[in-house]
């Protein structure tokens, strides 16, 4: 692909961003029981707050199990796109999508969308512990992460699970590790990103858009 194809992909991206600057976020049913909606759409809600992030979010919805009522509370900013106002008093199943809440994107979650989707994103195999491979980490805190160049085969980060360590070798695109999305030695979820590659001939492109978004975001 060349610059230009990229230029025209990246500013596609951009372009439904601005359009739709939002990320919708599905709150889903923790556990069965029957449901009582506290929220109605087009209702503000908060996330947590407090210095120690003490106050508990806006009240979405309460679920009611064997006579124990838990309140479910929004974990972000934003406005109730929808309810299921159909389930209001009905017994639902564990994992059943609720209501919906339209989160406005910063200029930071605006960047790292499109980091999303233009990285090829490496995630984690299990939920355990993760660490750079000693040779990895070396060279990382010599010239920095984005100057490693890796491929698929290549051994980069180690897993601690059950007090047993277990290299993860490499699965994917090769080129430059641009974001880092896990620190050394936390507990990270079955899924979750560890890294993002970004291909060289894509980086100088990548780094313009992002260039680009902290100029002209809002």
Known sequence: MSAAQQEIHFDEIISRYRSDPYHYIDVCAVHTGTVRFLAKEGSPVEGVSGEWLHKPGTPLYQIERERNTKVISAKTVGTVAS????????????GEKLLTIRHPLKKKEVIEAILQ?????????????????????????????RSIFIKP????????????????????????I??????????????????????????????????????EWD
């Open 178 to 215: 641009h974001s880092v999305y896990f620190n050394p030695g936390e507990s990270v979820n079955q899924g979750a990103p560890l890294i993002g590659i970004c291909p060289e001939e894509k980086f100088p492109t990548v780094q313009k858009v992002i260039t680009r978004v902290k100029a």
């Open 83 to 94: 309810v299921r106002q159909e389930l209001d008093g009905h017994f639902v199943e564990a």
């Open 153 to 176: 085969g290549d051994e980069i980060i180690t897993m601690s699970l059950m007090k047993r360590d277990t290299p993860v070798y490499y699965s994917g695109e090769e080129g430059l």
């Open 117 to 145: 989707e233009v990285l090829f994103i490496f995630r984690a195999p299990e939920r355990a512990r993760y660490y750079f491979s000693l040779d990895i980490q070396n060279r990382i805190d010599q010239k920095g992460a």
